[in-house]
């Protein structure tokens, strides 16, 4: 039988419904759990009209012009139709009606309670009523027979009965239900139906059968049944004809039978498997609604003509053959089992057996088709094949017959997934066309509105920023159906009719000119289905499978074709992204390909074409691109997927608006995307797809969430908080490589809140003993991120982790240095820096640059050191190491040009500890004295890498640079979990920046390593200075913190005039060192005291700092 099932679309929110049709079938009419009627015009009508009844509406029925409802509020309400003007108030239960039908002639109402009554009610005076009485639990349904005389009814209490209405007796009663308590519980609604015009049979659902009882003698004649229903039947609906019956299962099977061959004609299954709980049959019998406990409304179409054609075959038969009725019912129904496995009625193996039924009908036997699929589950002694091929002998020609029809055989029974129709063309961001009053377009930039009505065709246009523009209405004469909206213009485009073409219109309302608006026609026969726009151009896809660019301003640019036809286009700032149809998709499946062009100076594809992926049995809902033009989708399903630029551009689900609707007819309408803030912008539709213009609708804002396992677990969290930030802030390299300014802030915000969170999982799986994932985690740390997790590694007493994260270490220092190569030696040939200066400096700062962006410092740490740096190259300090975080690059800093003073004299210091370059780098961590402490092998393998980026000075050995980047953050230092005051960790932190900056030491000498442990590093004259004015600052800012004592500090040592600041710095170096102090007092000249304290530092400096790791592995004191 060659029915064809429509998609189901949402009717009411998650509950029981009810359906019905008009006296003329143009109509269908719906009633659900959320208490309105709804009056549909088709099953496209996105716009139905709505009527609210109450709270709750369990059943509807619809006769001249009368809708009555059975009611939440114990009551059975009229209303007219289609008006919906309340009518009054049939009847009252004191419980909840369950079930209400007409009467053939519409004069009368039956509702069946709760309460155990049936009640009969005269419409046009509701005070003439009859009550039934007997049934001992609620009543289920209620049915009249078409003369009138008796009425059924089914109950909770396992009996069906038939009652006299007018004596109100009970005149027959069948126990063939389950019983159960309430309507909640029973097993099926068990919907009654008699047969219409000549009311003879009563068709009764009876577990996964309906069986046929006679009116006249009120016996059971005959049951209906298919092998293929596996739950209950729960309603049943006769055709206006009387000759075919349709059942609808818990299940969700649709089953037609033929009631006088007693044959299951057609079998279709609910696309979701749901419980069909209404059904009814339109006026002309070409069409089957039926509705669902989900609230969802569908459709079988071309019911009539396959029931025509199965009542042809069915005269046919008997005229041909007297004898064996049998074989008959296999004759008749050999086309009906054929329709069953094609869903087009023009197939041509159809067509050409159904000639060959016409001119032949001896010929049927031999096709040897069973009567139904159950003849294949289960052999029966009679199957189809024995009774065929007794007949064989005696037909001329039907062995030849019988191979070719024998493929055919098996197409009844192929249960492989069938074609899904493709999507239709759609724009982003609007709302169905039919609609009068819709969404033409909302995006990041404003709203397009159009309205269709008697007193308007227009469309209004809505900046979100007003200084955009001024919001325009525009008279809609050429009836526009498509628009879009960006920073420069508004595009819109219609479709073409006979006598016009396809047209598009541009309001380029950021022009400079006079002249804002221009027009294209299309070719005659070529429509637009798709239009976007991006920053200077304009595409259009259109229905001759093509893509036809224009700039801004009017000039038609380049074309292309599309292998498939276009679902949707997107464009931003110079992406243009495309949606079309690459082939037919399969079980509900859409088969939809992408491609993103870049449309900038160099033009080139992005993605080729590659398959969208979409939730099964899902169609594309919206898409288009983020804020910060990354490329989005969001499926019908509620998945939301971006693109991954870094994995290949692959599309990773980031969230599922599903997961924050409180009812499954609950859904969010997509209007914009954005990654930084993560937000997804959308409005909540209660009952639909999408809003309504009027009120204007609320934009709500959801989070994302990635689908990661475990998420409830803190390493699960993290896990998903980390890959959701690696995503959403891939924009960054996108937009910089693209030309766009970024925000550097944020960008190193970013980074930061990703190392804290490897740090956070890098200590839970120390804490768990998981060292192997320690080390994968560590893989995925910066340079200086990974000494941290040395550190506490070596804390925690696990050598072995701090050995392995020690060379992991020593492999990226090094990568770090060939990737800073090339671009220090294009900086340092633009720089204007002295040859000496230019190449111990560039080493040193592109080094300390990248140390800044991987530690995540804040920018008043920045300031101090560079403050620092000024402050001792006003006591004309000659060492390059006393300035080792100066960028050149950097607005605030000082010039990198300034000369640096050369030292009075360097060969009266000498240093006794010295090694020269070669030993040093020969000589291996593993072969020291001290290599068996995990941080000292640390130390001397980050700093062996960065000896080669140092360069001799004055003819010098290079001094030894160590690859460390800048002191931990607070926010590191907070990871870490430090027992140590905040004073003690600033003055370690200044103590090892000073010793990396400075010649290093070998610590393979025990007296001079005993030596240093002693020493304190000399304090600067800025922090001695500050000491002393600390309260007074608190006491003038009691709110400050730490930070902003210090850059408060800065402000105001800055402003004290170069000789006062030359005494604090000569004050703190004198403080520093006892032996200075001693040779001051015997008048020694300032100059000499600066190189003394030089000297000593470059040989005291790396040691001190070494007893400070060494201390702190080991929890010394």
């Given amino acids: 039988m060659p029915c064809e099932r429509k998609p189901m679309r949402y009717g009411h929110s998650e509950g029981h419904t009810d359906v019905c049709f008009d006296d003329e079938g143009k109509c269908i009419v719906t009633c659900g759990s959320d208490g309105d009627v709804r009056i549909w015009e088709s099953l496209d009508d996105d716009d139905p009209k709505s009527i609210n009844v109450g709270e709750k509406a369990y059943s509807v029925a619809l006769k001249n012009g009368k809708l009555v409802t059975a009611v939440s509020n114990n009551t059975v309400q009229i209303h007219t139709f289609p008006e919906g003007d309340p009518d009054g108030i049939l009847t009252r239960f004191t419980t909840n009606a369950n079930h209400v039908a007409f009467n053939t002639s519409g004069s009368r109402v039956a509702a069946g309670s709760s309460d155990f009554l049936v009640k009969i009610v005269e419409v046009m005076d509701s005070s003439q009523q009859k009550t039934l009485r007997g049934h001992e639990a609620p009543v289920l349904s209620v049915a009249f027979d078409t003369s009138d005389e008796f009425l059924a009814s089914s109950s909770c209490d396992g009996s069906v009965t038939v009652w006299s209405i007018e004596s109100q007796t009970q005149v027959a009663q069948w126990k063939v239900l389950q019983k159960s308590s309430d309507v909640s519980n029973a097993k099926s609604l068990c919907r009654l139906a008699w047969q219409p015009l000549s009311g003879k049979l009563l068709a009764v659902p009876v577990d996964k059968t309906v069986q046929l009882y006679d009116r006249d003698t009120w016996t059971h004649i005959s049951t209906l049944s298919d092998d293929l229903i596996t739950q209950v039947v729960n309603v049943v609906v006769w055709s206006p004809c009387g000759k075919f019956l349709a059942a609808g299962t818990v299940g969700g099977n649709l089953l037609i039978w033929d009631a006088d061959a007693k044959l299951c004609i057609e079998r279709q299954k609910h696309e979701k498997g749901f419980t069909v709980c209404g059904m009814a049959w339109h006026p002309t019998g070409g069409r089957i609604a039926y509705t669902d406990t989900e609230g969802c409304l569908g459709l079988l179409e071309g019911v009539s003509s396959s029931s025509s054609s199965s009542t042809t075959q069915s005269t046919k038969a008997p005229a041909g053959k007297e004898t064996n009725d049998y074989d008959d019912l296999f004759d008749e129904d050999d086309d009906r089992v054929l329709d069953e496995g094609m869903s087009d009625s023009r197939s041509p193996v159809k067509k050409a057996v159904m000639d060959d039924d016409d001119d032949d009908d001896e010929l049927m036997p031999a096709t040897g088709r069973p009567r139904n699929r159950g003849a294949f589950l289960d052999d029966d002694s009679r199957d189809a094949g024995s009774v065929k091929l007794d007949k064989l002998p005696e037909e001329d020609g039907s062995s030849l017959i019988l191979p070719a029809v024998d493929p055919i055989v098996s197409r009844p029974v192929y249960d492989g997934p069938m074609p899904t129709p493709p999507q239709r063309a759609f724009q982003p961001g609007s709302t169905p066309v039919h609609l009068m009053h819709r969404f033409m377009m909302w995006n990041s930039v404003g709203i397009v509105r159009g309205y269709n009505d008697e007193q308007d065709y227009a469309i209004d246009v809505e900046f979100h920023d007003t200084a955009t523009h001024h919001a325009m209405h525009l008279t809609n004469t050429l009836g526009h159906t498509m628009a879009d909206l960006s920073q420069e213009a508004v595009l819109l485009a219609c479709e073409g009719t006979v006598e016009l073409a396809s047209k598009i219109q541009c309001l380029h309302f950021s022009c400079w000119d006079t002249h804002k608006e221009w027009m294209a026609d299309l070719p005659q026969g070529e429509d637009v289905h798709a239009l976007c726009l991006g920053q200077g151009w304009a595409a259009v896809a259109t229905s001759a499978l093509m893509v036809r660019l224009f700039s801004i301003g009017g000039v038609q640019k380049e074309i292309f074709s599309l292998p498939g036809a276009v679902v949707c286009m997107a464009g931003h700032g110079e992406q243009l992204l495309i949606v079309y149809h690459r082939g037919t998709g399969f079980d509900g499946d859409q088969a939809l390909g992408v491609q993103l062009l870049q449309l900038g100076r160099k033009r080139r594809q992005v993605i080729h074409g590659e398959p969208l992926p979409l939730s099964r049995k899902s169609y594309l809902a919206w898409m288009g691109f983020s804020a910060e033009g990354t490329p989005c989708c969001i499926d019908s399903e509620g998945v939301v997927r971006m693109l991954n630029r870094t994995l290949g551009n692959t599309w990773t689900p980031v969230g599922n608006t599903r997961d924050t609707c409180k009812s499954k ?46 998420t409830t677990t803190e390493k699960g969290q993290m896990e998903e908080q ?112 002295s040859h000496g200066d230019r190449e111990y400096r560039g080493s040193d700062l592109m080094n300390s640059r990248q140390a800044q962006v991987e530690s995540g410092c804040d920018d008043e740490e920045e300031v101090e050191e560079e403050y620092q740096q000024e402050e001792q190259m006003d006591a004309e300090e000659s060492t390059e190491a006393s300035r080792p975080r100066l960028n050149p690059f950097k607005k605030g800093g000082k010039s990198p040009e300034r000369p640096s003073p050369k030292p009075v004299s360097r060969e009266g210091r000498v240093n006794p500890f010295k090694v020269s370059v070669a030993e040093k780098s020969s000589g291996s961590p593993a072969g020291q004295p001290r290599a068996t402490n995990v941080l000292d092998s640390m130390t001397l393998s980050n700093r062996k890498p960065a000896a080669l980026s140092g360069t001799s000075k004055q003819g010098k050995a290079p001094v030894l640079k160590p690859l460390a980047p800048k002191p931990k953050s607070k926010t590191q230092a907070t990871l870490l979990q430090m027992s140590i005051p905040k004073g003690t960790i600033k003055k370690q932190v200044e103590s090892q920046s000073a010793a990396e900056t400075a010649k290093e030491t070998p610590v393979a000498t025990p007296p001079a390593s005993t030596e240093n442990t002693e020493n304190r590093k000399p304090k600067t004259g800025f922090q001695l200075w500050l000491e002393e004015n600390r309260k007074s600052i608190l006491a003038d800012n009691p709110d400050f913190e730490e930070m902003d004592v210090i850059k408060e500090g800065m402000g105001i040592f800055r402003a004290l005039s170069a000789e006062e600041r030359l005494i604090w710095t000569e004050r703190a170096k004198g403080d520093s060192d006892p032996k200075k102090r001693k040779r001051e007092d015997e008048g020694k000249e300032i100059v000499e005291n600066t190189e003394t304290d030089e000297g000593s530092a470059k040989k005291k400096k790396p040691l001190d700092t070494y007893a400070k790791l060494s201390a702190f592995a080991f929890n010394k004191e």
């Fill in 722 to 833: 980390y890959w959701r930030s690696m995503l959403f802030h891939n924009h960054y390299g996108f937009l910089s490589s693209s030309g766009y300014e970024i925000d550097n802030e944020g960008q190193t915000r970013a980074e930061k809140e990703q190392q804290e969170l490897l740090m956070k999982m890098f200590a839970l799986s120390c804490k768990l003993e998981r060292e192997f994932r320690c080390v994968e985690l560590a893989e995925l740390m910066t340079h200086s991120v990974v000494t941290l997790a040395i550190r506490y590694a070596s804390r925690s007493r696990r050598m072995a982790l701090a050995q392995r994260l020690n060379e992991l270490a020593l492999e990226k220092a090094n990568q770090l240095q060939e990737e800073e190569e090339p671009a220090y030696q294009s900086v340092v040939r633009n720089s204007g820096f």
């Fill in 665 to 710: 007819s609950d859904h969010y309408w997509v209007v914009g995307v954005h990654e930084n803030p993560q937000q997804l912008r959308c409005i909540p539709c209660k009952g639909s797809r999408f809003p309504p213009t009027l009120p204007r609708p609320a934009v709500a804002i959801l989070s994302f969430k990635l689908p990661y396992c475990q």
